[in-house]
């Protein structure tokens, strides 16, 4: 993972990490294709927007019950977070240019 892409260890980690400022949020699976495609697109994307959003990575199968508590079905789904709460969801592989929109609207 790059800099500013982090893996999840806790769910006490992922509570304290959506809790202030925006974060998007990809629930994935390690078997998963899509979302080993949605990887690098993550990355570029957290390269690029640098330390203006939080990227996290969940592991579904890891972390199920985020992936409950989230009403995450499939994978791999993104879900946008500004100040703890939920302001968008995106299910399945995203391309850079929706996920860059979706990140500037919610900081602005």
Same mark, same amino acid.
């Given at each position: 993972?790059?800099?500013?892409?982090?893996?999840?260890?806790?769910?006490?980690?992922?509570?304290?990490?959506?809790?202030?400022?925006?974060?998007?949020?990809?629930?994935?699976?390690?078997?998963?294709?899509?979302?080993?495609?949605?990887?690098?697109?993550?990355?570029?994307?957290?390269?690029?927007?640098?330390? @203006?959003?939080?990227?996290?990575?969940?592991?579904?199968?890891?972390?199920? @019950?985020?992936?409950?508590?989230?009403?995450?079905?499939?994978?791999?789904?993104?879900?946008?977070?500004?100040?703890?709460?939920?302001?968008?969801?995106?299910?399945?592989?995203?391309?850079?240019? @929706?996920?860059?929109?979706?990140?500037?609207?919610?900081? @602005?």
């Amino acid at each position: 993972m790059s800099e500013y892409v982090s893996i999840i260890d806790s769910e006490i980690e992922f509570n304290n990490m959506i809790q202030s400022g925006v974060v998007l949020v990809d629930f994935f699976a390690m078997w998963c294709g899509p979302c080993r495609m949605q990887s690098p697109i993550l990355e570029a994307l957290a390269a690029e927007i640098g330390n @203006t959003v939080k990227v996290i990575k969940v592991d579904a199968d890891r972390f199920q @019950t985020l992936a409950v508590r989230y009403d995450v079905s499939s994978i791999p789904t993104l879900i946008l977070f500004k100040d703890g709460q939920i302001i968008n969801r995106l299910v399945g592989l995203q391309q850079a240019a @929706t996920l860059k929109n979706a990140v500037e609207n919610a900081i @602005t």
